[in-house]
């Protein structure tokens, strides 16, 4: 598998699945150049510092949501095994959920690892802290493949997995 440019600020496909009313929304792929962009949502989002515990990764994919220019959230992603890929973390500001910003970025990082021939697609949630996640992840047509107990998060966390 190949890496992204690294300092790419290349928009995805367009994302916009904005109703009549609503602003248009683009998802850009960014390097790590754009990391402290990326803290800074994971921050707002998350009230904590750590993202991910490396970002020397295969295929690592950062995706930042914008809604008229302004980042409304953050998805990162990487290569897990040989055919698997897998969504690390990500989230949107409160101020901008409800309005299919994470199915969006859901979409637009499924279609990369589809397109660089990932077959399964994975991501962990914890459904009393993220609730929201654990709905997409049904609504997606995603099966729960494992469940465990975290004490790090007080809280259930699931894995979710779908084939591209």
């Known amino acids: 598998m190949t890496k992204p440019p690294q300092s790419s600020s290349e928009p995805m496909a367009d994302a916009s699945r904005a109703q009549p009313d609503e602003q248009p ?18 921050i707002a989002v998350f009230d904590e510092e750590r993202i991910i515990n490396t970002f020397d990764r295969d295929d690592l994919l950062m995706l930042v949501a914008r809604v008229e220019g302004e980042a409304a959230g953050f998805k990162i992603g990487y290569r897990f095994k040989a055919k698997t890929y897998y969504s690390a973390k990500g989230g949107v500001l409160p101020a901008y959920r409800r309005r299919g910003i994470a199915r969006a970025l859901l979409h637009a990082m499924m279609d990369q690892a589809r397109a660089w021939r990932y077959e399964t697609f994975l991501f962990d949630t914890f459904p009393n802290k993220h609730p929201g996640m654990t709905v997409l992840g049904l609504s997606e047509g995603f099966r729960v493949v494992k469940a465990g107990y975290s004490p790090q998060y007080n809280d259930y966390r699931l894995r979710f997995q779908k084939e591209l």
């Open 25 to 42: 929304l683009r998802i850009q792929r960014v390097g790590m150049n754009r990391l402290s962009l990326i803290r800074r949502l994971n």
